[in-house]
C-alpha cells in the first residue's frame, strides 16, 4: 500500500542538539506538509512544500527549517533544539482531491 | 483571517448517546471542511468531508453557511468512537485545523 513514512518515531536529545525528522511517500504526491501536535493546540503548520523547488512557511516556523531532497522525500531540521519544541511532529501529503494523508508521527523530547 | 473554531476540549457521553462535536469557522469565499479523526496511537485520517455528503462510521456534518458551522453528528454513540476529532478548513493550498475535541464515549 502507498503510504507515508517517518523516522526516527521517537527521539529525545538535549538543548542545543541538531536535530532531523525524516518523512518519506509512496502515494505520489507533489505536496507535503510539516505540522506539530501540542496537547490543546491541535495540528500547527510549519513549512509545506508543492516540489523540490517551492518550499513555503507555515504558521510556525521560527527554529525550523526543511529540505525537500525529491518528490518522495521532505525532511525537517531543528538547527538547535529548545524545550519548547517537545512536541508530535506529522509529516502528511495531500492528494489532488485536498485529501490530506498523514504519517504516523515523531515523538520528539528535547531535554 | 481564516479560522476554525472548536469549542469543546472534551466531550464525554454513554453508549448510545447522542453526540455531536461542534465546529465553527471564518472564511471569506465557499469554505471546504473535513473533519479528521485520531485513535488512540495512530495517525490522523480523514472522516469525512462536507463535499461528499456521506456518513462514514455513523457520523454525519452539515455544512451551514449562516451559522458559519460544519458540527458532527452521530445518533447513537459507541466505545469505539472514542477519539480525538478535528474539524479542518482547506485555505490557500493548505488546511487549517482546530484545536480538537476529544471525544471520551463510557460504556
Known amino acids: 500500500d502507498a503510504d507515508v513514512t517517518q523516522t526516527p518515531r521517537n527521539r529525545i536529545t538535549k538543548t542545543g542538539k541538531r536535530i532531523m525528522l525524516e518523512c518519506s511517500q509512496t502515494?505520489?504526491?507533489?505536496?507535503m506538509y510539516w505540522y506539530r501536535q501540542d496537547p490543546g493546540l491541535g495540528l500547527r503548520l510549519i513549512y509545506y512544500s508543492f516540489d523540490v523547488k517551492d518550499i513555503n512557511k507555515g504558521e510556525i516556523s521560527d527554529g525550523y527549517s526543511v529540505s525537500r531532497q525529491a518528490q518522495a522525500k521532505f525532511s525537517l531540521s531543528l538547527e538547535s533544539a529548545i524545550p519548547n519544541q517537545t512536541a508530535l511532529y506529522f509529516c502528511?501529503?495531500?492528494?489532488?482531491?485536498?485529501?490530506?494523508?498523514f504519517g504516523p508521527g515523531t515523538r520528539l523530547t528535547v531535554l | 483571517a481564516q479560522r476554525v473554531t472548536q469549542p469543546e476540549k472534551l466531550l464525554s457521553v454513554f453508549k448510545g448517546a447522542p453526540v455531536e462535536l461542534k465546529c465553527n469557522y471564518s472564511?471569506?469565499?465557499?469554505?471546504?471542511l473535513f473533519w479528521y479523526v485520531q485513535y488512540s496511537r495512530q495517525r490522523l485520517q480523514l472522516l469525512l468531508r462536507?463535499?461528499s455528503r456521506e456518513s462514514i462510521k455513523g457520523f454525519t456534518a452539515d455544512l451551514n453557511k449562516g451559522e458559519t458551522s460544519f458540527h458532527l453528528k452521530k445518533p447513537f454513540a459507541q466505545e469505539e468512537d472514542s477519539a480525538m476529532y478535528y474539524c479542518?478548513?482547506?485555505?490557500?493550498?493548505?488546511?487549517?485545523f482546530g484545536t480538537g475535541t476529544r471525544l471520551l464515549v463510557s460504556p
Open positions: 479542518a478548513l482547506w485555505s490557500f493550498q493548505k488546511l487549517v
Open positions: 462536507h463535499i
Open positions: 502528511a501529503t495531500i492528494d489532488s482531491n485536498n485529501e490530506q494523508f
Open positions: 502515494k505520489g504526491h507533489d505536496r
Open positions: 472564511y471569506s469565499g465557499s469554505p471546504e
